[in-house]
């Protein structure tokens, strides 16, 4: 049996706290597909084929991630892939209550389960909202995000 699992996200942008999920979760399944997704509740800073292109470029050393693009309903997504799994990651209680919604959710719409990875403690507090007020009022990102997001985001 192959498993294949989707890890939706708006990735606006990717950061290395993505990428430790992405890279963990890669390693225990056949198949993972980043699926760079519309967050209604949030406007994103960069373009969606620019968010797309820097995942591309962070995972290119990943041989079984794809990346994908969806403006919909994740489950409507996964239903026409034939995707029956989710990865989505937690840094803290406070992710806790609203992924819990989003899981049921996908459950009860399209049977779409979700697992949950708990994130490496030195990426608890990472997020890319705050990657993109350090890096708007000029601070260095580097550490936080892949050479290919600190070089957009530092304007290069
Ligand atoms: O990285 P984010 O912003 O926390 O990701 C949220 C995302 C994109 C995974 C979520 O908003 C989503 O799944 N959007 C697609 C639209 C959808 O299916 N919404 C219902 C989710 S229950």
């Known amino acids: 049996m192959t498993i294949t699992a989707v890890y939706p996200g708006s990735f606006d942008p990717i950061t290395n706290g993505h990428l430790d999920i992405i890279e963990r979760a890669a390693a225990r399944l056949d198949r993972l597909v980043v699926l760079c997704s519309r967050n209604p509740g949030k406007e994103p800073m960069l373009a969606h084929p620019e968010r797309l292109a820097l995942i591309e470029e962070s995972t290119g050393h990943l041989a079984n991630v794809e990346v994908a693009s969806f403006d919909g309903l994740l489950v409507e997504w996964c239903n026409d892939q034939g995707i029956r799994l989710a990865v989505k990651g937690l840094r803290a209680v406070s ?4 992924e819990l919604q989003m899981a049921q959710m ?4 399209g049977g779409v389960e979700t697992l949950f990875m708990t994130t490496r403690p030195v990426y ?3 997020s890319s909202s705050l990657v993109k007020e350090v890096a708007h009022f000029g601070g260095d990102v580097s550490d936080f995000v ?5 070089r957009r985001l530092a304007g290069h």
């Open 146 to 150: 892949p050479p290919a997001v600190a």
């Open 106 to 109: 996908n459950a009860h719409l």
């Open 124 to 126: 608890s507090y990472l």
């Open 95 to 98: 992710d806790f209550e609203s």
